[in-house]
């Protein structure tokens, strides 16, 4: 198993991950009749793409010995209704300026990160928007 995920009432819930113990609480969203003081689950899944690029890309960059610490991604998620679901993920990413990466490694990077698994098991009707500034 992956995780144990327990009901604590008040539109919230905590997952344990199994292998180390730690914990994620979750509360609905202000526009899904929560308080918004923690990830909401489809927060989660739009986080756990920016993760996963970030994750493939850095062993991609371990294999090239580049070093990809200080890169950043902002994550905005779209939602939308009837039904409600995720309509959109953008994800920007932001390298820092001391990083001197050619073409041939930028493109290696870029590719790693739009094929990890999150990215190719979310639905094709979720649009995913990448951006690279490099």
């Known amino acids: 198993m992956t995780s144990s995920i327990v009901y604590k009432g008040e539109l ?28 909401s689950p489809s927060d989660l899944v739009a986080t756990a793409l920016g993760s996963c ?31 409600r679901r995720i309509g959109g993920v953008d994800v920007t990413f932001h390298f820092p300026s001391n990083l001197q990466l050619d073409e041939k490694q930028k493109t290696i990077l870029k590719n790693a990160a739009l094929t990890c698994p999150v990215a190719k098991s979310i639905h094709p009707e979720i649009e995913q ?6």
């Open 129 to 134: 928007n990448v951006v690279f500034n490099w």
């Open 12 to 39: 919230r819930t905590e997952a344990e991950h199994l292998h180390s113990h730690r914990k994620i609480e979750t509360d609905a969203p202000l526009d899904n009749q929560g308080k918004a003081e923690r990830f």
């Open 53 to 83: 690029m970030l994750t493939i890309m850095g062993i991609k960059a371990r294999d090239m010995q580049v070093d990809l610490e200080g890169v950043q991604i902002d994550i905005q998620k779209h939602m939308k209704s009837e039904p």
